[in-house]
């Protein structure tokens, strides 16, 4: 599959560990920058934001039992991909957790990669047509083949921005943002782990 063959040996290498991501994104933010070449005042702030989101969750996220149990029982050597970026908010509300399944098994490795610095792969990986993030691409490390991906949302999330694309109805992104940080704040992380959870088992058919 092409898509995997961009997916190179050295690309992996040079991806982050989560707790590098998280000191990067850090360390951009002491100097008021975010990741990426756009480095306006709105994508900074927008930064800040999501890194609050992100200490937030991984002190408070719990894995569900039903994710644990999967987790525990995964034979396969597999490697976890991950496009993302510090400012967009989808991935400060997902990554986080992803981080949280992967160190659960020893047999998943995970890197970070970010998005604008491997359009390449990005664009094997479109959803309806667009770069969103974050992407999850799970690789069986033997066979070098895809187990399965996941991203850039859970799909109740994924159904309210394609809604707001196709009937805007006078509303703003922002208010349409607010509603779906809100529904990760009730969500707290269970559809996620469940939808990767099935595409675990999935995969170990």
């Not at 969750?57 to 039903?66: H, P, R, S, V």
């Amino acid at each position: 599959m092409e898509s995997v063959e961009l997916i190179t040996p050295d690309v992996i290498a040079s991806g982050m560990t989560y707790e590098e991501y998280r000191e990067m994104i850090n360390s951009l933010l002491e100097e008021g920058k975010t990741t990426g070449e756009n480095q306006s005042e709105q994508l900074v702030e927008y930064a800040k934001l999501n890194n609050q989101r992100m200490n937030r969750i991984d002190k408070k996220t719990a894995l569900i039992e039903q994710a644990a149990n999967v987790l525990k029982n995964i034979r396969r050597p597999q490697t976890w991909i991950v496009l993302t970026e510090g400012w967009c908010g989808d991935a400060a509300q997902n990554v986080p957790v992803i981080a949280k399944m992967a160190a659960a098994s020893d047999k998943i490795t995970l890197k970070l990669l970010l998005r604008d610095e491997h359009l390449d792969i990005m664009d094997a990986y479109l959803t309806n047509g667009g770069r969103s993030i974050p992407k999850l691409i799970a690789l069986d490390d033997e066979a070098n083949e895809e187990l399965f991906t996941w991203g850039p949302r859970p799909a109740p999330v994924q159904e309210i921005m394609v809604d707001f694309k196709n009937n805007p109805d006078g509303r703003e992104r922002k208010e349409v943002y607010q509603h779906i940080h809100k529904w990760y704040a009730d969500d707290k992380s269970e559809t996620m782990q469940k939808e990767i959870a099935d595409l675990i088992k999935d995969s170990e058919k």
